[in-house]
C-alpha cells in the first residue's frame, strides 16, 4: 500500500474527518486566509516548531479546501520544509515534494469508496468538487 495513503488513513481513523481546516486544528497547525499576490493560491511555513498553512482568501470556498488538502500534506509529510508557493498549476508540478502533497491532497479528499457506483472521473470529481487532476492522481494508486 501507498505510503502517503497509509498516513491519510491513520489520520481519518484516528480523528474522524477528511476536512482539511478540523485536521489541521486538531495538529495544532495555523491556517491563515489572506489576501496573496493572484499568481498564489497558497504556501506552508515551518518557524520556530509552528507550522503555518497560508492560502489565498481570494480563491473560492472549494479552491481554499483543495489549497489546504494541498499544504497540510507539506506539513505532514515535510514537517520542516518551507514549500514554494502554490502556483496556478501546482496540480502538474515534477517536483516529488509538490508530487507527495498532491497525493495526500487526492487521498484526503477522495475516499475510496467514492469509485463505488461510479466509473466515470468527471462525476466522482463534481462529486466531491476537485480538479479532475486529483480524480486521475488518486486512480493511479487505487486501480
Sequence with gaps: MDWIKVIVEKLYKKYNTRNPYKL????????????????INGFYQYEKRNRIIYINSNLSDEEQLIVCAHELGHAILHIRSNTPFMRKNTLFSISKIEREANRFAAELLIPDESFIGYNNIYVIASLHQVPVELVKLKCEKLF
Excluded: F, Q, S, Y
Excluded at 486544528?25 to 499576490?37: A, E, S
Design 24 to 39: 489541521a486544528k486538531l495538529l495544532n497547525i495555523h491556517v491563515i486566509k489572506m489576501d496573496l499576490h493572484e499568481e
